[in-house]
């Protein structure tokens, strides 16, 4: 898959917390190949954990944060509220790491000129973004892995580090997706 394949391989260890060897790695020339490898690796179950996925979770944290951090009502923080709008321009760095710090992440994206970066300017696209990049931060120590949440993962990661937004789960890397 070249460089770009390498660079999400990486994302998944880092997301999962897992370590993918060079030789699995070369085998992974779908999506579903790599989200049953992952799973796999996870002695995932099938019984759900409590509380939904792992976006729903981040959405809900954030949400409270808004709540506490800055008396924003509960109904105003919506998947499609901007950030922009929840953050004032005047002290907007200082919010966003009260922000961070009420959430309870331990990386948080970094604002770009004072703007939530591409793909954040929303409470749902930031919660997408904080639940891909740090899902231990969402879940129960002790709580299995699902399948949908594992190939959710896969999916939202190929996205962010690809830039692809449609395709299946049998496409090829390489061939259909032209991954090189």
Not at 36 to 57: E, F, N, S, V, W
Not at 142 to 157: D, G, I, K, M
Request: hydrophobic share 40%.
């Amino acid at each position: 898959m070249g460089l770009d394949g390498v660079e999400l391989v990486m994302a998944w260890e880092e997301s999962f917390g897992i370590t993918i060897t060079d030789a699995e790695a070369a085998n992974l020339r779908t999506p579903r190949l790599a989200t049953d490898l992952i799973y796999r690796k996870l002695a995932a179950g099938d019984t759900p954990g409590p509380g939904g996925c792992l976006t729903q979770r981040a959405f809900y944290r954030l949400r409270s944060a808004f709540g506490g951090a800055f008396a924003v009502p509960r109904a105003r923080v919506r998947p499609s509220t901007l950030l922009d709008s929840l953050l004032p321009a005047g002290r907007r760095r200082e919010h966003w790491q009260a922000l961070q710090t009420r959430v309870g992440v331990t990386r948080f994206p970094k604002l770009f000129f004072g703007r939530p970066p591409f793909g954040c300017n929303t409470v749902g696209g930031l919660a997408a973004r904080l639940a891909a990049r740090q899902p231990g931060c969402f879940r129960q120590p002790s709580e299995p892995w699902t399948r949908a949440q594992v190939r959710s993962l896969v999916r939202r990661l190929i996205v962010e580090q690809l830039g692809i937004k449609t395709f299946s789960d049998d496409d090829d890397f390489v061939r259909d997706l032209r991954v090189g």
